[in-house]
């Protein structure tokens, strides 16, 4: 038995020596694998496709702003005119709407005493501002939602955004388009370098789908208007964007 563990003791260094070499060339030969990939020819395209789609959905965002020199004066005009295009949307002949405030304020306005700015500025009056969210599924009433809620006090419209609630198939399309024309400019330049194309090595991308619209400024009229607000819908462009490297023939 001592003999035994003597010759345990007299191999130990050895083993450890090879135990240490041996990931150092399986980390040398992956090295090695990774610059002869990098080595291989290629080429790097970019494709994009676009898709239209109907939209079916509007959304609105309005604003009730007062002012008063009491910040309880601004916040209680700004409460009881509030109600009142509530009340409006309540009531009104459109159909399946959904209702939602957000974004209350109550700030100080400031001046310069007599117009003389070396002097300390002084509240002169204070303002509210309350903001409505309105979605409503009739896209064809968004110019008489717009005069209601003008009628009833409104004098900020901020955004009018259309969207499509389903664009799962617009969005696959899309980017199916975007591979197909990332393949069809590769294949062109391998074909203009007398190469063949191979497989794709490498891919990239995602589709994007914007909302149709944008911010609208507006204050609210003295008189009803005679015709209603023209608003068109029109249809949202969903765009896809994908980068693909292919490998190609040497």
Same mark, same amino acid.
């Given at each position: 038995?001592?003999?035994?563990?003597?010759?345990?003791?007299?191999?130990?260094?050895?083993?450890?020596?090879?135990?240490?070499?041996?990931?150092?060339?399986?980390?040398?030969?992956?090295?090695?694998?990774?610059?002869?990939?990098?080595?291989?020819?290629?080429?790097?395209?970019?494709?994009?496709?676009?898709?239209?789609?109907?939209?079916?959905?509007?959304?609105?965002?309005?604003?009730?702003?007062?002012?008063?020199?009491?910040?309880?004066?601004?916040?209680?005009?700004?409460? *009881?005119?509030?109600?009142?295009?509530?009340?409006?949307?309540?009531?009104?002949?459109?159909?399946?709407?959904?209702?939602?405030?957000?974004?209350?304020?109550?700030?100080?306005?400031?001046?310069?005493?007599?117009?003389?700015?070396?002097?300390?500025?002084?509240?002169?009056?204070?303002?509210?501002?309350?903001?409505?969210?309105?979605?409503?599924?009739?896209?064809?009433?968004?110019?008489?939602?717009? *005069?209601?809620?003008?009628?009833?006090?409104?004098?900020?419209?901020?955004?009018?955004?259309?969207?499509?609630? *389903?664009?799962?198939?617009?969005?696959?399309?899309?980017?199916?388009?975007?591979?197909?024309?990332?393949?069809?400019?590769?294949?062109?330049?391998?074909?203009?370098?007398?190469?063949?194309?191979?497989?794709?090595?490498?891919?990239?991308?995602?589709?994007?789908?914007?909302?149709?619209?944008?911010?609208?400024?507006?204050?609210?009229?003295?008189?009803?208007?005679?015709?209603?607000?023209?608003?068109?819908?029109?249809?949202?462009?969903?765009?896809?964007?994908?980068?693909?490297?292919?490998?190609?023939?040497?």
């Amino acid at each position: 038995m001592k003999r035994f563990n003597r010759l345990i003791r007299s191999l130990a260094p050895a083993l450890l020596a090879v135990a240490a070499c041996a990931p150092a060339r399986s980390a040398q030969g992956a090295a090695a694998q990774s610059v002869q990939d990098q080595q291989l020819p290629y080429i790097d395209v970019t494709g994009t496709g676009s898709v239209s789609v109907e939209t079916d959905r509007a959304r609105l965002s309005f604003a009730v702003e007062t002012s008063a020199t009491a910040a309880s004066g601004a916040a209680s005009a700004n409460a *009881d005119l509030m109600e009142g295009v509530l009340s409006a949307l309540r009531d009104s002949d459109v159909s399946d709407v959904e209702i939602e405030t957000f974004g209350y304020t109550l700030r100080p306005e400031y001046t310069f005493p007599d117009n003389d700015r070396s002097r300390p500025r002084v509240i002169s009056a204070y303002t509210a501002i309350n903001n409505i969210r309105v979605t409503i599924l009739d896209i064809d009433a968004v110019g008489r939602m717009i *005069d209601v809620v003008i009628d009833a006090g409104v004098n900020r419209i901020s955004s009018i955004n259309f969207i499509a609630s *389903d664009t799962g198939a617009a969005r696959a399309e899309a980017l199916a388009a975007a591979v197909e024309s990332a393949r069809e400019e590769a294949q062109a330049i391998a074909d203009a370098l007398g190469r063949s194309l191979g497989e794709p090595l490498h891919v990239r991308g995602g589709s994007r789908v914007p909302s149709r619209g944008g911010e609208v400024y507006a204050m609210a009229v003295s008189a009803r208007q005679v015709a209603p607000t023209p608003i068109e819908a029109g249809d949202l462009t969903i765009t896809a964007t994908v980068d693909i490297r292919f490998a190609i023939g040497r």
